[in-house]
Nanobody
Framework: VQLQASGGGLVQTGGSLRLSCAAS????????ISWFRQAPGKEREGVSC????????YYKYSVKGRFTISRDNAKNTVFLHMTSLEPEDTAVYYC????????????????????WGQGTLVTVSS
């Protein structure tokens, strides 16, 4: 079971990026997939989640309306489309997968996920 995150890079404020989380060894549609990020000196925080079975989506408040999570079952990949990027979005972004069907109070807890990708760096310049 492996997760491969990719798509990070350097963009200017207001720019866009699309992150990908590709899975091998299991079907992503059977798991809840979330994106987390960790900036230097800060704790890892939940950014967005797409829940297994019903595809319900959660977003961190500060990214609502700017980020969109989606899943392509044929490609076994989950995407995070990020627009209107701000310097505060600079971080290493990780995708995580788990059998949990989280609720509002749990989706952003790193401990509920069993599998993690290696991270991809997003840098937003001002």
């Amino acid at each position: 079971v492996q997760l491969q995150a990719s798509g990070g890079g350097l963009v200017q404020t207001g720019g866009s990026l699309r992150l990908s989380c590709a899975a091998s060894g299991f079907s992503l549609e059977d798991l809840t997939i979330s994106w987390f990020r960790q900036a230097p000196g800060k704790e890892r925080e939940g950014v967005s989640c797409i829940r297994r079975n019903d595809g319900y989506k959660y977003y961190k408040y500060s990214v609502k309306g700017r980020f969109t999570i989606s899943r392509d079952n044929a490609k076994n990949t989950v995407f995070l489309h990020m627009t209107s990027l701000e310097p505060e979005d600079t971080a290493v972004y990780y995708c995580a997968a788990g059998v949990v069907r989280p609720i509002l109070s749990t989706w952003a807890s790193p401990g509920v996920y069993e599998y993690w990708g290696q991270g991809t760096l997003v840098t937003v310049s001002s």
